[in-house]
């Protein structure tokens, strides 16, 4: 059975009591985060928290990611992009380039792609061995539970989009001049290759997707529940772990 499932939302939602709804959800976690900085409660810093971001191209991580940093001081956050590795970066192990990034106690990252570019574009397109790919899904296991045996917060998103829904954005975006740039021919080509990163895809998460950092798909055809559902999701595992450490949430009311 897919671990995908439906790129359709589970339940309907107006886009006017989605906005509301997203609104609302911002300002939560504008607190949650002043409270994770030390600037509200005991003024003492928290975990870091680091919003991990993979899906299909077109399939909302921009947009998403733009709503969830929007309520935040930029000074609170960084958000990292990764593309393919560089020469020098291809001479260390696949992980080496990710820890700098990495946010410390008191800090948030947003990664705009990650190490899991290993098990699937690397792995689809044959820029990784098999043996470097099949062994990277245990090594990615135990970097990510190091990380949290740290402190670390760490949540991951899939963002899913039905083939139908990516090719109306694709064109919507080929047609429009000041978006055109976004879309390549590496877009369509991997578009191509569905069938392959669905594959790869599944693979991931099965083999990743853990109790201590598990996987959250969001279905994204629906932007706008898609922003709300990251968005509220980010909110209720900050509240969640850091109620089970003990912090006093009303610290961020």
Known sequence: MSR??????????????AVVRLEEAQQRLLRLRLLLGGQLGEHKIGPPLCVLFE?????????????????????????????????DEKRHHFLQRFWAV??????MTVLDRSWYGRVLVERVEGFATKEQWTRAYQEIVEFERTLTAEGTILIKFWMHVSPEEQLRRFEDRAADPLRAWKLTD???RNRDRRADYETAIEDMIDKTDKKRVPWTVIPGDNKPFARLAVLEHVCHTVETQLADRGYNLHDAD
Request: no cysteine; charged share 25%.
């Open 4 to 17: 995908l499932g439906s790129a359709e939302p589970p339940y309907e939602i107006s886009k006017k009591k």
């Open 55 to 87: 899906g299909w191209d077109a399939s909302g991580k921009g947009g998403a990611i733009k709503r969830l940093v929007a309520p935040l001081d930029p000074r609170h956050v960084r958000v990292s992009q990764f593309a393919a590795p560089t020469y």
């Open 102 to 107: 990495l946010p410390g106690w008191g800090g």
């Open 186 to 188: 590496e877009d369509w």
